[in-house]
């Protein structure tokens, strides 16, 4: 079975602090995302990487960087945080497989509120 | 603008009825389609797929149909559960696209009352 693990369910953090969300999966997946979920949104991708040390900008990359020094572990980090980045944080990985959906494997999710 | 669309937020159904749930899309590259079911305070869980060489695709109580001319795909449930009420995403997946990278939809809740 493919794990995704997300090192916090339930975070607090305060305006202007930094932040450090961890994703770890044990598949050996070359694929790795982070998305948030917001009520009325739907899923929106901030970053993904496709390799270790690469990166790319989702559809709102702002406020957020990633790490990805190991294949198994992708980091979203936030510079400072904000109120506006209160949300449900979700990270996914995937096999990439030419020719095939590519099913993207989702870790529990972190629910951060930043006061 | 929203490349795939699930214009229904909300949908209420009768236990052992059948739940309907829709999507469309908009670019014509997508290649393979894929629908998600999650539950509250956690991730989304795999549900079913199609390819966009095929129509329909079964798999238990779950069918997905796809109409490439119309751009809309749909998921069937039948017979409905109650423990089917979730929030359902659908997604698609652009053909040559960078690694696999999926559009999601903004979601469908579906409730099943007993």
């Known amino acids: 079975d493919v794990k995704v693990t997300q090192s916090s369910r339930y975070l607090v953090k305060r305006t202007g602090e930094k932040v450090f969300l961890e994703c770890v999966q044990d598949m050996d997946h070359e694929n790795m995302f982070w998305y948030r979920q917001d009520p009325g949104l739907g899923l929106r991708l901030i970053y993904f990487s496709y390799d270790v040390k690469m990166k790319e900008k989702g559809d709102i990359p702002e406020g957020y960087s990633v790490s990805r020094e190991k294949k198994e572990r992708f980091s979203l980090i936030l510079e400072s945080a904000s109120t506006n980045q209160t949300s449900m944080y979700l990270c996914a990985s995937s096999l990439w497989v030419a020719g095939s959906y590519n099913e993207q494997f989702f870790g529990p999710g972190t629910r951060l509120t930043v006061l | 603008d929203q490349q795939v669309k699930q214009n229904s937020p909300s949908l209420s159904v009768q236990e052992g009825r059948i739940s309907i749930l829709n999507c469309d899309y908009t670019?014509?590259?997508?290649?393979?389609f894929l629908w998600y079911k999650k539950y509250p305070a956690e991730g989304p869980t795999f549900l079913i797929s199609i390819s966009s060489i095929k129509d329909k695709n079964e798999d238990g109580r779950f069918t997905v149909f796809l109409n490439k001319s119309a751009k809309h795909l749909s998921l069937h449930i039948v017979p409905s559960q109650p423990g089917d009420s979730a929030v359902y995403f659908c997604?698609?997946?652009?053909?040559?696209?960078?690694?696999?990278?999926?559009?999601f939809g903004k979601g469908t809740k579906l409730s099943v009352k007993p």
């Open positions: 997604a698609a997946r652009f053909y040559g696209g960078s690694q696999g990278n999926l559009i």
């Open positions: 670019n014509s590259m997508f290649d393979y």
